[in-house]
């Protein structure tokens, strides 16, 4: 089924396949500045490690950070299962979730979403298209600038794997925007430290990369799960300061292994 899109709809689905997305999320488009609806619409997938997020963006070849903003690069580095690639030829417009695939003549960008008559084509089954194969090709043929890929435990016959934290595979756009490279947060916990100049920690229970906040040692994810029972000496994976395996020692009441403690007193002022 196909439905013919225009003006405050086209915007309207275009959400809908953001907030519907549960496996994968495909956004093509030359020019990539998010509206505020659309990233909180993303905010929510933030910390699902079971989402694939695909952009491809386009244009401005001698400087690509034209192309995509820099406060939206940094907000989807945020995401643990995230490619961004480039085709400097792109000049088509394509945004797709598992069901559902929009064709249209609008940027991913706030001003085409506010100001320009755009028109889009809804397809509501996506998987006999012929669009969704050809742009399938394009993501294939496109140049991976970024990459970030979940980490899982190994599981077993009797249980399944379980998400640990992200790992930045790839990284060519960071110098683009003058941005110094993060080094992949999956590396040993002596270089994961927080140091005197990081506002960062993590999670104790998945090991992920959060603002730094004894109070709330908790992703958002894991937040969920512990508030089910609410027990604060539970013990938990991780060091909140240091990101190291706290093998039990850590819980939301101490989230920090004893041995830190001083030098995340030194450095945070607690």
Known sequence: MTEFLFDSKINSELQNILEKSK????????????HDRLKSSLLEKKDSDKLEIIIVFG????????SLSKEDFEFFK?????????EKRLHAKYYANEKTELLTSMNLHSFSQNNNIEFGILNLDKYKSEASKYFERVIDQAEKLYANEPLYNG??????????????KTDKLSQHYGIKKVKANNQSFKNNSANENSKY???????????FDPKHPFCRKAYESWA???DENYKEKYCHFSGEPSNGETSYAKPILKKNWKKAKEIFDL
């Open 228 to 230: 089910r029972f609410g």
């Open 59 to 66: 244009k401005n070849e001698e400087d690509i950070s034209k």
């Open 201 to 211: 920690g993590f999670c104790i229970r998945t090991g992920e990369k959060i603002p």
């Open 78 to 86: 945020e995401f643990p299962n995230i490619k961004i690639l480039y």
């Open 155 to 168: 599981g077993s016959f009797f249980s399944d794997k379980s998400y640990l934290r992200f790992e930045n």
């Open 23 to 34: 496996k994968k999320l495909i956004l093509i488009s030359p020019y990539i500045k998010l």
